[in-house]
């Protein structure tokens, strides 16, 4: 099992909401992903990390922002939630070893 | 821009069929493929990967197959159960160990008894 975490789960908020997606990893990767994904759609890289203080934004543009200010955590914030950013987040952390990336179970938000 | 196609999107297996999953890359500098499989409300999960140095690799009833001058790999199951029955998504990414994954589009497996 792999030692990375989301939450929430699930969100659903009103449209100019600020919202943070926690995520959480136990496995001292200093690689670190989010991910965006549709339901049983492709998966869009939306920013990563490659250490402490060292954020990129991924390939496809996304409004929200995130930090790296410890190996464990990497959290995304949304300063103004708009109902285009109704998705599942997907959290993921890399192992520089293997280049195996694993995922947490995900935030599905849901902005009305 | 599509760096990574998949097909099929979706596909449906008698149990004991073998299932077949085709991906085409278009980066030469890509170099390390992996297969990822997704079960519904979960994250994805690594299931197999290759590297370009070896044209095939079998772990248990999961094959991957590759061919470098066609830029195209492709995933095989082996006696498909209900079980196997999930999202996969193959990858591709520039260097070995820097994990930045580009997705393909994902197929849709679905194995009937």
């Known amino acids: 099992e792999a030692d990375i975490y989301q939450t929430p789960r699930y969100l659903v908020i009103g449209t100019g909401k600020k919202i943070t997606l926690e995520c959480s990893q136990t496995?001292?990767?200093?690689?670190m992903y989010w991910y965006q994904q549709d339901p049983g759609m492709e998966l869009h890289l939306i920013h990563y990390s490659y250490g402490v203080n060292s954020t990129e934004k991924g390939d496809l543009s996304s409004e929200s922002t995130v930090s790296r200010i410890r190996t464990e955590h990497f959290p995304l914030t949304l300063e103004s939630a708009r109902p285009s950013h109704t998705s599942q987040y997907l959290c993921a952390s890399g192992s520089t070893n293997t280049g195996e990336l694993f995922f947490g179970e995900g935030s599905r938000l849901t902005v009305l | 821009q599509q760096q990574v196609k998949q097909s099929p999107q979706s596909l449906i297996v008698q149990k004991g069929g073998i299932s077949i999953i085709n991906c085409a890359y278009e980066?030469?500098?890509?170099?390390?493929f992996p297969w990822y499989q997704q079960f519904p409300g979960k994250g994805p999960a690594l299931l197999i990967a290759i590297r370009p140095d070896v044209s095939e690799k079998k772990e248990g009833r999961f094959t991957i197959s590759f061919n470098k001058s066609a830029k195209q790999f492709s995933l095989h199951i082996m006696d498909s159960q209900p079980g196997d029955s999930a999202t996969y998504f193959c990858a591709a990414s520039k260097a070995y160990g820097a994990s930045k994954l580009t997705f393909g589009t994902g197929t849709r497996l679905q194995v009937t008894l």
């Open positions: 496995m001292g990767h200093d690689k």
């Open positions: 980066n030469t500098a890509f170099d390390y």
